[in-house]
């Protein structure tokens, strides 16, 4: 490589001298100091210095997915009448191990009998992890107030029809 740069003045300006070129694997490139990683694959880094000295790498990046399943596990609130445990989690995914916090439930589910946090942590082959917290919460009380406007999550109640009866004018 020829050095048309003065080294003792160098005109980082101009724009001939890029200190860092990456080629990404689809054979774009990218000419900062950090590469956005938004593919799998190999990585060409060319530095140069002021002086025209360069130095290559070869970056092999796996970009692996989140695991997505993990936003279905929400906040529950159930029926105490609930006499059989609650199962909780989602489905398992290979190459991840599963782990229950504070439990000994090494699976992507776990049986709930009591209100509670409850913590699921995924760790990928790589060693990549992954956690989510939800809150579990036994309802006592099954009776709702109907006296006053309420605004209902039926989500999470089961409920599959309300029956009203109206009785001199009002709604019941």
Same mark, same amino acid.
């Given at each position: 490589?020829?050095?048309?740069?003065?080294?003792?003045?160098?005109?980082?300006?101009?724009?001939?001298?890029?200190?860092?070129?990456?080629?990404?694997?689809?054979?774009?490139?990218?000419?900062?100091?950090?590469?956005? +990683?938004?593919?799998?694959?190999?990585?060409?880094?060319?530095?140069?210095?002021?002086?025209? %000295?360069? +130095?290559?790498?070869?970056?092999?990046?796996?970009?692996?997915?989140?695991?997505?399943?993990?936003?279905?596990?929400?906040?529950?609130?159930? %029926?105490?009448?609930?006499?059989?445990?609650?199962?909780?989690?989602?489905?398992?995914?290979?190459?991840?191990?599963?782990?229950?916090?504070?439990?000994?439930?090494?699976?992507?589910?776990?049986?709930?009998?009591?209100?509670?946090?409850?913590?699921?942590? +995924?760790?990928?082959?790589?060693? %990549?992890?992954?956690?989510?917290?939800?809150?579990?919460?036994?309802?006592?009380?099954?009776?709702?107030?109907?006296?006053?406007?309420?605004?209902?999550?039926?989500?999470?109640?089961?409920?599959?029809?309300?029956?009203?009866?109206?009785?001199?004018? +009002?709604?019941?």
């Amino acid at each position: 490589m020829t050095n048309t740069h003065n080294p003792d003045n160098p005109d980082l300006s101009d724009p001939s001298y890029q200190p860092f070129i990456w080629e990404h694997p689809d054979g774009s490139y990218s000419y900062e100091e950090y590469a956005i +990683a938004e593919m799998s694959g190999t990585y060409f880094l060319t530095m140069t210095n002021i002086y025209g %000295c360069q +130095a290559n790498f070869n970056v092999n990046i796996e970009i692996i997915q989140p695991i997505e399943t993990m936003d279905q596990l929400t906040d529950m609130h159930i %029926c105490n009448d609930n006499t059989e445990p609650v199962n909780i989690g989602i489905p398992p995914q290979s190459d991840f191990t599963y782990f229950w916090l504070n439990t000994d439930v090494n699976s992507s589910y776990i049986n709930v009998t009591e209100s509670g946090y409850y913590t699921l942590i +995924a760790t990928y082959i790589d060693g %990549c992890v992954y956690e989510k917290t939800v809150h579990i919460t036994f309802e006592s009380d099954n009776t709702f107030d109907l006296s006053s406007s309420n605004t209902f999550n039926t989500n999470y109640l089961n409920i599959t029809s309300i029956n009203t009866t109206t009785i001199n004018g +009002a709604l019941f």
